[in-house]
């Protein structure tokens, strides 16, 4: 209908982009300008994702569905949640509830620092109907507010560069959203876009079928991955710790880097660091 509408008025590109954006749909940035859109259609390994996120029994079955096919287009760290109006001078409310892949170190920093209140992808989620990627939103480099360069600039040092949101506009007017962020994304790729978008919007399908919480989960982590971070913390061995759980080095290793990437980093004295300053991981 947009643009019909376009044709009809003979606008020119840019004028054609800014009615698009107007009417809030999904605008690619300068960066990926020359993607043929038509081509953003799931393939039938999405649609198979897709059918077993719709079958699964539990939100925890229906999340490992997803994680395992977003984690191939590079999206690893991701979290659910509901965004509502809020009153008392606040614009809006965020209540996280799947934060098992959250990038944890991040969103404590995020939420120290107040970043809800100045965050335009969090203004964006509530406005639009459609998916996007931080990169269509901040591709041209033109970011107006140095607090809000400030906070990507921050997100850096968590190893959080780009991020893609997926909003589901809900009856009763709130939106329930999966935000995933990454260092590294092929935003490029019309497959990445289109198993992106199948995989979160099947997610946020199954998960409201199911039943939300009914109150924001908080960030924590689990006690194996506490338990990961104060020994290596205290200097141990992956070798030591292998031979404690009784497990495969290789599996140690990779539960480490997990527990690490959740702190935007893949040095795990830094992970416990960071995790001890926002308290954690506590001392013994």
Avoid at 37 to 47: F, K, P, Q, R, W
Avoid at 163 to 176: I, L, N, Q, T, Y
């Amino acid at each position: 209908m947009i643009h019909r509408l376009a044709a009809v008025l003979d606008l020119d590109a840019t004028n054609r982009l800014a009615m698009l954006k107007a009417a809030g749909f999904w605008e690619a940035s300068t960066k990926v300008s020359n993607l043929d859109t038509s081509s953003n259609c799931h393939t039938n390994a999405d649609l198979d994702t897709v059918i077993s996120i719709e079958a699964a029994g539990s939100a925890e079955d229906a999340l490992e569905i997803a994680a395992a096919a977003l984690a191939r287009i590079g999206l690893t760290q991701f979290f659910t949640g509901i965004l509502e109006d809020a009153g008392s001078g606040r614009r809006f409310q965020i209540s996280h509830h799947q934060v098992l892949r959250a990038p944890i170190g991040w969103m404590l920093h995020y939420g120290a620092r107040n970043y809800a209140a100045i965050d335009p992808l969090v203004r964006e989620t509530k406005a639009r109907h459609l998916p996007f990627f931080w990169s269509d939103l901040f591709g041209s480099g033109a970011i107006p507010l140095p607090a809000v360069r400030r906070m990507l600039d921050e997100a850096t040092d968590f190893r959080v560069c780009n991020g893609f949101v997926m909003p589901v506009h809900r009856a009763d007017g709130k939106v329930h959203a999966l935000s995933s962020m990454a260092q590294d994304l092929d935003v490029r790729d019309p497959s990445v876009r289109a198993t992106a978008r199948a995989v979160s919007v099947a997610l946020l399908h199954r998960i409201d079928e199911l039943g939300l919480p009914e109150a924001s989960v908080d960030l924590t982590l689990g006690q194996i991955e506490c338990d990961l971070l104060s020994y290596l913390f205290e200097g141990h061995s992956i070798d030591w710790i292998a031979d404690r759980y009784r497990s495969d080095r290789t599996d140690i290793l990779r539960a480490v880097s997990a527990v690490c990437a959740k702190f935007g980093t893949s040095d795990s004295l830094e992970a416990g660091l960071r995790a001890r300053r926002i308290g954690l991981l506590t001392s013994n």
